[in-house]
C-alpha cells in the first residue's frame, strides 16, 4: 500500500483509479494527471518507480484536495450564508439548492445539504464565543 | 398447521416446537441424500486441475482449466496424436508443399514468445500439439516476392488485407519463418496493437520534442531479432563508428554487437534500433525482411495522451515511426522485402479512414474537358506508396488440406469426403477461422 498525501493507496489498483481515492480527483483530473506524468493507462500502482510517485506527490501537492478542499467548500457555503443568500438559506434548510421541485423527492438534498453548515449551535450565547453560526430555525433569539 | 388435539395443546403449533415435545418429522429428501454421501468429497474434481489459483479459497473468474492426463478418463479424453510434418524452411517452402500443412520450426517459435502469437493462432497450437499451418499458395507467392527482393532492391512495400480469420496473419507467420531459415534478418513484429493501446509504458524523448519512446518494447523487439537471425547479424559489419549513448562500437563490429547492447541497455533501445535499422537497409551483404502484423495501428490515433493531454497520433511514437518509414516510402531496403498485414479484431484501430486508404474509390475519368483541365479541382488520390495484397477465400484444395489435417488430430471424428469439404466449405464461405470454429462448435 502506497500511503500518498495521507491518503493509502492500494497497489494492485491502477494508477488512473487509485488516484480518484483521494477526494478531489475524478477520472477527467486523474486522466490528465496520468498524461501529464506519461504514465500508461494499464499501469498499476506497485509499477511506478520512486521518481514517478515523487513526481505525482509534487504534482498532487500543488492541487486542492482532501480536508483543503472540504474547508474551501465549507467557507464558500458560510460566505453564502452570511451575506444571506438564498442559496445560503437553502443550505441551512437542508434543502434543495438548484431550485427543484420538493413536493416530492429531495430526500438526497435533505440528507445532505446541511452537511456544510455542521457546525452550529442552537445556543445562541455559544455563538459570538466560538463564531458559530446560529441556525435559522433557532428558536433561542437574542 | 398440526392438529393441536393430537397432542393436547390449547393452541396451534409450529414445526419447531414439535422438536421441543419430541416429535418426529420425517427429513426432507436433500439431507437424506448428503447423509448417505457424507463420506465423499464431490468439490474436487479427479480429472480437472485449475491452474493459476493462489489461494484454494478464492475464486477467480475466467480461470482456464486443463486436463490432467494422468488422471483422465480414458473413455473421454485421447491424446493428440504425433502428426508428422514437414519443418517449414527454405527446402520444404516449395511448389510441390502447397495446400499441405507445414510444421513451424520449434527454435523460431521459442524466439517469437508464449504469448506474441498473432491472433488466435496460439491457441490453435495447442489444440494441434504441436505449430503447424497450412503452405497455401499464396504463401508460395509471396515466398516468391521474398526470395526476388533478397536479388535487388525492393520495389514497394506489402500490405495484406483482407477479412478477419481469412489467414493473413498466418501468412506473415510462415513468411518470416522461411526468412529466418534462409539467413535474412528479420524484424518481425506479431502484435503492434500491444505498441498503441496503452498497455505498456511511455516516456517524452528528451532528444526529440513532441515524440515518445516506448524502451521495453523496443528492448524486446531487439531480443526478438537477435534471437531469430542471430547468424545472420553476426555477417553485417557495422562499416562506422557507432555512439550509442556512452558507448562507442568500433566500425570492424558487427550487427549483433549493436542489437545485443541495444536490449541490454533498454534505455537505449529505440538509438540502437534506429542505428540497426539505418545499417540494415542500406548494406547489401544480407537481405533484410520488415513483417509487421497490425500494420493499420501505424495509421491511426493510440489510446496514449501527451503531456498537454492531446491524443497521440501512431506516428509520434519513435517505435512506429521507425518502421512505418518503410510502408510509406520514406525509407527504402537495399536488399530485402518490406510486408504487412491489418487487422481487423480491434475496430478502434480500423477507422474508415484506414478503410479508405486500404480501399481506395475507383477513379472515374471525367467525361467533361474543362472541368478535367482545372487545376484547382482536388480528386481524393489513389495512388499508394505501398502495394495491397487482398487474401480471398480458401479454394478446395486448400480447404481439403487443411480438413484432411484435422482429421488427423483427431479434431474431426468422421471420414473427409468430398462432400464433407464442400459441405464445410460452404457453411464457412471459405473463410479458414469460420471452418476451424465450426469444427471445434461440435468437438
Request: hydrophobic share 40%; proline share 5%; aromatic share 6%.
Given at each position: 500500500m502506497l500511503h500518498l498525501l495521507g491518503v493509502n493507496l492500494p497497489d494492485r489498483k491502477i494508477v488512473l483509479v487509485a488516484l480518484t481515492y483521494f477526494y478531489g480527483i475524478g477520472p477527467q483530473t486523474a486522466r490528465k494527471v496520468c498524461s501529464q506524468l506519461s504514465i500508461h493507462k494499464e499501469c498499476k500502482m506497485n509499477e511506478l518507480s520512486e521518481t514517478k510517485v515523487n513526481q505525482l506527490s509534487s504534482i498532487l501537492s500543488n492541487m486542492t484536495l482532501e480536508n483543503d478542499l472540504k474547508r474551501k467548500i465549507s467557507a464558500n457555503v458560510h460566505?453564502?450564508?452570511?451575506?444571506?443568500?438564498?442559496?445560503?438559506?437553502?443550505?441551512?434548510?437542508?434543502?434543495?439548492?438548484?431550485?427543484?421541485?420538493?413536493?416530492?423527492?429531495?430526500?438526497?438534498?435533505?440528507?445532505?445539504?446541511?452537511?456544510?453548515?455542521r457546525k452550529y449551535s442552537t445556543s445562541s450565547r455559544l455563538a459570538p464565543v466560538f463564531g458559530i453560526l446560529q441556525s435559522p430555525l433557532s428558536n433561542k433569539q437574542d | 398447521m398440526f392438529g393441536a388435539s393430537r397432542l393436547g395443546l390449547a393452541k396451534l403449533v409450529t414445526p419447531k416446537q414439535l422438536f421441543v415435545y419430541g416429535v418426529r418429522r420425517s427429513i426432507s429428501t436433500t439431507q437424506h441424500v448428503s447423509d448417505y454421501h457424507k463420506g465423499a468429497d464431490r468439490t474436487v474434481s479427479t480429472a480437472f486441475v485449475k491452474r493459476g489459483?493462489?489461494?484454494?479459497?478464492?475464486?477467480?473468474?475466467?480461470?482456464k482449466t486443463v486436463?490432467?492426463?494422468?488422471?483422465?478418463n480414458e473413455r473421454y479424453y485421447h491424446p493428440i496424436p504425433v502428426v508428422g510434418a514437414p519443418t517449414l524452411s527454405k527446402e520444404t517452402a516449395k511448389s510441390e508443399n502447397v495446400n499441405k500443412i507445414l510444421r513451424l520450426d520449434k527454435e523460431f517459435m521459442e524466439s517469437i514468445g508464449n504469448d506474441n502469437f498473432p491472433g488466435f493462432l496460439e491457441n490453435d497450437f495447442k489444440l494441434f500439439g504441436k505449430p503447424a499451418l497450412l503452405y497455401r499458395g499464396l504463401t508460395q507467392r509471396l515466398v516468391s516476392q521474398l526470395y526476388k527482393g533478397g536479388r535487388r532492391a525492393s520495389s514497394k512495400a506489402i500490405v495484406l488485407d483482407g477479412k478477419a480469420g481469412i489467414g493473413k496473419s498466418a501468412e506473415l507467420l510462415m513468411l518470416a519463418s522461411i526468412a529466418a531459415s534462409s539467413g535474412h534478418i528479420v524484424i518481425y513484429a506479431p502484435k503492434t496493437i500491444s505498441w498503441v493501446n496503452s498497455t505498456r509504458p511511455y516516456a517524452p524523448d528528451a532528444n526529440n520534442s513532441g515524440m515518445f519512446v516506448q524502451q521495453d518494447v523496443t528492448a524486446e523487439l531487439l531480443s526478438r531479432i537477435y534471437s531469430m537471425s542471430k547468424g545472420?547479424?553476426?555477417?553485417v559489419p557495422l562499416g562506422k563508428r557507432v555512439t550509442i549513448g556512452r558507448t562507442t562500437l568500433?566500425?570492424?563490429?558487427?550487427?549483433?554487437?549493436?542489437?545485443?547492447?541495444?536490449?541490454?541497455?533498454?534505455?537505449?533501445?529505440?538509438?540502437?534500433?534506429?542505428?540497426?535499422?539505418?545499417?540494415?537497409?542500406?548494406?547489401?551483404?544480407?537481405?533484410?525482411?520488415?513483417a509487421v502484423d497490425d500494420i493499420n495501428t501505424f495509421w491511426t490515433d493510440t489510446l496514449y495522451r501527451s503531456q498537454d493531454d492531446e491524443v497521440l497520433p501512431a506516428h509520434r511514437l519513435r517505435?512506429?515511426?521507425?518502421?512505418?518509414?518503410?510502408?510509406?516510402?520514406?525509407?527504402?531496403?537495399?536488399?530485402?522485402?518490406?510486408?504487412?498485414?491489418?487487422?481487423?479484431?480491434?475496430?478502434?484501430?480500423?477507422?474508415?479512414?484506414?478503410?479508405?486508404?486500404?480501399?481506395?474509390?475507383?477513379?472515374?475519368?471525367?467525361t467533361n474537358r474543362e472541368l478535367a483541365k482545372d487545376q484547382n479541382l482536388v480528386r481524393p488520390s489513389t495512388k499508394k506508396p505501398y502495394g495491397i495484397v487482398k487474401l480471398k477465400h480458401m479454394d478446395s484444395g486448400e480447404a481439403w488440406g487443411l480438413l484432411c489435417f484435422y482429421r488427423a488430430t483427431n479434431l474431426i471424428a468422421t471420414k473427409v469426403t468430398r462432400e464433407f469439404v464442400a459441405k464445410k466449405w460452404m457453411m464457412a464461405s471459405g473463410n479458414p477461422r469460420e471452418i476451424f470454429s465450426n469444427i471445434t462448435s461440435f468437438a
Open positions: 460566505h453564502l450564508r452570511e451575506i444571506g443568500t438564498y442559496v445560503g438559506k437553502r443550505h441551512a434548510m437542508g434543502m434543495p439548492v438548484h431550485g427543484q421541485h420538493t413536493l416530492n423527492n429531495s430526500k438526497t438534498a435533505k440528507k445532505l445539504n446541511r452537511r456544510w453548515l | 489459483v493462489a489461494k484454494p479459497k478464492q475464486m477467480k473468474t475466467g480461470l486436463v490432467d492426463m494422468a488422471n483422465a545472420a547479424l553476426e555477417k568500433a566500425d570492424d563490429q558487427t550487427l549483433a554487437d549493436l542489437v545485443v547492447y541495444g536490449y541490454e541497455t533498454p534505455g537505449l533501445a529505440q538509438t540502437a534500433l534506429d542505428q540497426l535499422l539505418e545499417i540494415a537497409s542500406t548494406q547489401t551483404v544480407v537481405p533484410v525482411l520488415i517505435l512506429v515511426d521507425s518502421l512505418g518509414g518503410f510502408f510509406d516510402r520514406k525509407r527504402r531496403l537495399a536488399k530485402g522485402l518490406v510486408i504487412g498485414a491489418t487487422s481487423h479484431v480491434d475496430y478502434r484501430f480500423m477507422p474508415k479512414s484506414v478503410k479508405d486508404k486500404l480501399d481506395p474509390p475507383l477513379m472515374v475519368p471525367l
